[in-house]
């Protein structure tokens, strides 16, 4: 029996499936391909986005920890907690209100020491002029007032250069006057007022006598004399015109 020949393959025809078949496998590859090189680039796009998303984040919570720290220093300043937020100015006025009143008590203070202190000055000052009163000499009708005031501790002695004698020899005498009525109050401070014009009235009398002549017995009573006159008229007030009543020489000293 004869062998059947095999079949020969068979021929892929020009331009048909095959080719057709061969020029669509580019294609695909082409877009896959465009696909792989876009997913490879998109994390770069992204990332510029996702760091300025994140840094904006970190810089709110940052800012907000420096507001909360600021309020929380500026609170144990003032001592209060400020009800405003620290930037609007709010806990500013309430610091600039505590401020005030903090200067307003110390002032308060210290009119209450300086009140305190004048209180404690004026007492005594008080004290002082009533224990003045006090101790102030009563008026005494019959008191002995010195032609020369005492009041500076020095002498009460007026001292002179007799008549002649060239300034080498000199007396020392002592005088007081007693006033002529008792209501006049005021002969005492009328005698201190006028205390040089006394001396100067006596110096004059007494220099125009000589040694021998002050050594007389008489002539002292006759200058007693001739002084108070002098002195009446030097002394006399509106009520007393003769005021002194008696003049006293209580020390006669010639050397």
């Known amino acids: 029996m004869a062998e059947k020949p095999a079949p ?7 331009g048909g499936d095959a080719a057709a078949g061969h020029g669509a496998a580019p294609e695909g590859g082409e877009a896959k391909s465009s696909k792989s090189g876009l997913m490879t680039f998109l994390p770069l796009i992204l ?5 300025a998303g994140a840094a904006y984040g970190v810089s709110v919570v940052f800012l907000k920890k420096i507001d909360a720290m600021q309020t929380g220093i500026l609170a144990k300043v003032v001592g209060e907690i400020p009800k405003g937020d620290a930037k609007t100015g709010a806990s500013k006025d309430a610091a600039h209100g505590d ?13 209450d020491a300086h009140g305190a202190d004048a209180d404690s000055h004026g ?13 102030e000499k009563a008026d005494d009708p019959d008191e002995s007032v010195p032609i020369v005031s005492s009041d500076s501790g020095g002498p009460t002695a007026v001292t002179v250069n007799p008549k002649g004698t060239s300034g080498k020899r000199y007396l020392v005498a002592e005088i ?3 006033r002529q009525a008792a209501n006049d109050t005021t002969f005492k401070s009328r005698v201190e007022k006028k205390t040089k014009q006394l001396q100067e009235i006596t110096t004059r009398e007494l220099e ?4 021998e002549e002050l050594q007389k017995p008489g002539t002292k009573n006759m200058i007693q004399g001739k002084l108070l006159a002098d002195f009446n008229r030097e002394l006399s007030a509106q009520g007393h015109s003769s005021p002194v009543g008696k003049i006293i020489i209580s020390k006669w000293i010639m050397q």
Do not use: E
């Not at 990332?47 to 760091?51: G, N």
């Not at 125009?208 to 040694?211: E, N, V």
């Open 208 to 211: 125009s006598y000589t040694i």
């Open 8 to 14: 020969a393959p068979a021929q892929p025809a020009a």
């Open 99 to 111: 401020a005030k009143k903090a200067d307003a008590h110390g002032d308060a203070k210290k009119a």
């Open 47 to 51: 990332m510029p986005a996702l760091c």
């Open 176 to 178: 007081y006057v007693k």
């Open 123 to 135: 007492a005594p000052k008080a004290a002082d002029k009533g224990a003045s009163k006090g101790t």
